[in-house]
């Protein structure tokens, strides 16, 4: 199976900027996409194949993929962002998706 | 408006069984690849189940194969899951997710039903 690794979680100032990582095994050769849960709500996509962004998604969120690390930035962080952010990939050799095990930001 | 909506959930003994139903509504369901994704308490997000939308391919995690089964009436713009023989590891609130064929994103999430699996 396929493994995505990110760091349990990120602090961040207000109006810094938050940078979220995905790792995995030439992780750059898939498409990641990106999904932010607020407390008790379902997940939201934030970003897709790498660096989309769904209509509505604010212009502060970007995204990269190189190598073995995916990585979902937040420009001019804001409270509103706080949040958990998973990563997931379409794993096609073994026909399923893979989430990676979350990110909790904390807005200082 | 565009939305999807659980029902279903509760509270089971181990080795039993629940159907879980996904209503979905505001867009052409039979346009879509459906999946269930599951989040156990205070964990992640795992995926449980794809279908295509016409319903002809069907992959499930490794960890529900055998146990649960997946399946979507077109006409009726609703999506199920049958699970049986539960574990407590089961446990979980059960989102059903929207996908357009060929891109394996989830643009769209219900608001998901708990399922608690315990004697």
């Known amino acids: 199976s396929y493994v995505l690794t990110q760091p349990p979680s990120v602090s961040v100032a207000p109006g810094k900027t938050a940078r979220i990582t995905c790792g995995g095994n030439?992780?750059?050769?898939?498409?990641v996409h990106w999904y932010q849960q607020k407390p008790g709500q379902a997940p939201v996509l934030v970003m897709y194949y790498d660096s989309d962004r769904p209509s509505g998604i604010p212009e502060r969120f970007s995204g990269s993929n190189s190598g073995n690390t995916a990585t979902l930035t937040i420009s001019r962080v804001e409270a509103g962002d706080e949040a958990d952010y998973y990563c997931q990939v379409w794993y096609s050799s073994s026909d399923q998706p893979v989430f990676g095990g979350g990110t909790k930001v904390n807005v200082l | 408006e565009v939305q999807l909506e659980e029902s279903g959930g509760g509270l089971v003994q181990p080795g039993g069984s629940l159907r879980l139903s996904c209503a979905a509504s505001?867009?052409?369901?039979?346009?879509?690849?459906m999946n269930w994704v599951r989040q156990a308490p205070g964990k992640g997000l795992e995926w449980v189940s794809y279908i295509r939308y016409t319903g002809d391919t069907l992959y499930y995690a490794d960890s529900v194969k055998g146990r649960f089964t997946i399946s979507r009436d077109n006409a009726n713009n609703s999506l199920y899951l049958q699970m049986n023989s539960l574990r407590v590891e089961d446990t979980a609130v059960y989102y059903c997710?929207?996908?357009?064929?060929?891109?394996?994103?989830?643009?769209?999430w219900g608001r998901g039903t708990l399922v608690t699996v315990s004697s």
């Open positions: 997710a929207r996908a357009t064929p060929g891109y394996w994103y989830f643009d769209l």
């Open positions: 505001g867009f052409t369901f039979s346009s879509y690849e």
């Open positions: 030439n992780i750059g050769s898939y498409s």
